[in-house]
């Protein structure tokens, strides 16, 4: 396990678990741990053996959000530099599967982190809300998008109105999250995802989150699909004979391989 200011890290196989450990202050980021998010993201987008990132909290509390005492003297200093759609661009931007494990309190930019990844999985008792219309802040650009892709701008403006909590299941019902599990089976359920995925092939999931990436913000996809067809021949290979032989896959690609002659 490695430490960092206000988080932990860990791996088990090929699945890495980034934890963010303030629990006395309910997990709050505070400007330095907003800053570190990039550093520590960038060696594991880079790591063969890091295949799924699973991002959750300690103390059975995801994130109550940014620490506001910090952020107002930031933005009272001169420095309020959008640390934080930074650090979220930067999770968005991680090119490998990932996970918010969400129990407890996910709040004002714990939404944001959560909206980052590629799938929200949270309990059953997790409680959500967004909430700068207390604070008279504004939500970042990137945040807001996010929210109006994933609940409508109707349920994004109900929600950045009221400033107010909802439940998990509210929260499942607009789309929010993915999946409501109990608490004492939801890590269960993400982490035989997160080994899912590590199973599959790398190539496959790499080109799917390129792509749907290019879909959702309006792009053409059509020369992403073409490129990633072009480098799979390798892989497709593999995976079919593995198919036909009856055995686990094998497959050879992961970034930085040899034979991928753009990674």
């Keep these: 396990m490695e430490i960092f200011n206000g988080f932990e890290l860990s791996a088990d196989g090929h699945v890495a678990t980034l934890r963010i450990n303030r629990p006395a202050k309910r997990n709050a980021m505070t400007v330095e741990m907003w800053r570190a998010l990039p550093t520590i993201l960038a060696p594991l987008a880079d790591d063969p053996a890091v295949r799924v990132l699973v991002l959750t909290g300690a103390d059975g509390t995801f994130c109550s959000g940014a620490d506001i005492s910090e952020i107002a003297g930031l933005a009272e200093a001169g420095d309020d530099t959008g640390l934080t759609a930074v650090a979220e661009e930067a999770l968005a931007a991680f090119p490998k599967p990932t996970i918010a494990m969400i129990e407890g309190f996910c709040v004002g930019g714990g939404c944001q982190l959560a909206m980052a990844c590629d799938l929200r999985l949270a309990a059953e008792d997790a409680r959500f809300g967004i909430t700068p219309a207390r ?28 400033a107010d909590l909802v439940d998990a299941p509210a929260a499942l019902r607009t789309g929010l999250v993915d999946e409501v599990h109990p608490p004492r089976e939801l890590g269960e359920r993400v982490y035989g995802l997160a080994r899912t995925f590590a199973g599959r092939s790398q190539l496959t999931l790499a080109a799917t989150k390129e792509i749907i990436g290019d879909i959702v913000a309006g792009e053409d996809a059509e020369a992403r699909v073409r490129e990633w067809q072009s480098r799979s021949r390798e892989e497709r290979a593999e995976g079919i004979a593995a198919f036909l032989e009856g055995r686990p896959a094998r497959f050879p690609w992961s970034r930085g391989y040899s034979g991928d002659m753009t990674s």
Excluded: E, M, Q
């Design 135 to 162: 604070l008279g802040v504004v939500y970042p650009l990137s945040a807001t998008r996010r929210l109006v892709g994933l609940v409508g701008p109707s349920a994004a403006k109900l929600l950045l109105y009221s």
